[in-house]
């Protein structure tokens, strides 16, 4: 991969990843709720779910999701269904007093973000849809498939510490139960509002 090739790589990651999506979602809200250091485990577990998204296309799996009806319509309902049931917990969520906080784990809140985007055939028919624009014919497809899934998830971490970051400044004004309630309900809605795009989401000629 040529270092012109490479930037416009680049570039096309920096989008993807500043985009909103669950993710994002998902990161804010812990940058809220924990701060950034204690978010780590949530964007780890992010990273996790997109490296097997891109490991599953970079061994010809993607492609199969892509194709197959079925199999695509099972993981995007899975999607939609994770993504509701993480909605409705952050709604219920109490303040950052609540007992309720002491069950979410730095290991539960990373399981919980991993299946976030292992469960989004959105990202697997876009990145089936994005690396053949970069593969160069003739080289090494193995190679040429490393460096962009390492500049992919390297990207990514950056923007969700930026997020995170964004996110934990606003724990100042949050010292009411009150207001923190309010924010545990509009990130819920939020995780909804994703499930529902989520849903809504069809492919070409499906």
């Known amino acids: 991969m040529s270092p012109s090739l490479w930037l416009a790589f680049l570039l096309a990651s920096i989008l993807i990843s500043l985009s ?18 204690h ?34 319509s099972l993981l995007k309902w899975a999607g939609v269904a994770y993504l509701i049931w993480l909605g409705w917990q952050k709604w219920r969520e109490g303040s950052l007093e609540a007992p309720t906080d002491t069950n979410k784990t730095p290991d539960k ?19 089936v849809s994005l690396f053949p624009q970069f593969l160069v014919p003739g080289d090494a497809h193995g190679l040429q498939l490393l460096i962009m899934g390492v500049t992919l998830i390297a990207v990514d971490i950056i923007v969700m510490l930026g997020y995170a970051t964004l996110a934990s400044q606003l724990q100042r004004f949050m010292r009411r139960p009150g207001h923190q309630r309010m924010l545990n309900r509009l990130f819920g809605g939020l995780f909804m509002a994703a499930a529902v795009a989520l849903a809504s989401f069809r492919r070409q000629g499906v």
């Open 20 to 37: 909103p999506g669950a993710g994002a979602v998902n990161t804010m809200s812990n940058g809220l709720r924990y701060g950034v250091r």
């Open 39 to 72: 978010t780590m485990p949530t964007i780890a577990g992010l990273q996790l779910g997109y490296g097997l998204q891109i490991l599953v296309v970079g061994v010809g799996l993607g492609a199969v999701l892509a194709s197959s009806t079925w199999l695509f």
């Open 109 to 127: 809140r990373f399981w919980e973000s991993a299946l976030v985007n292992v469960t989004n055939p959105k990202a697997t028919v876009f990145l």
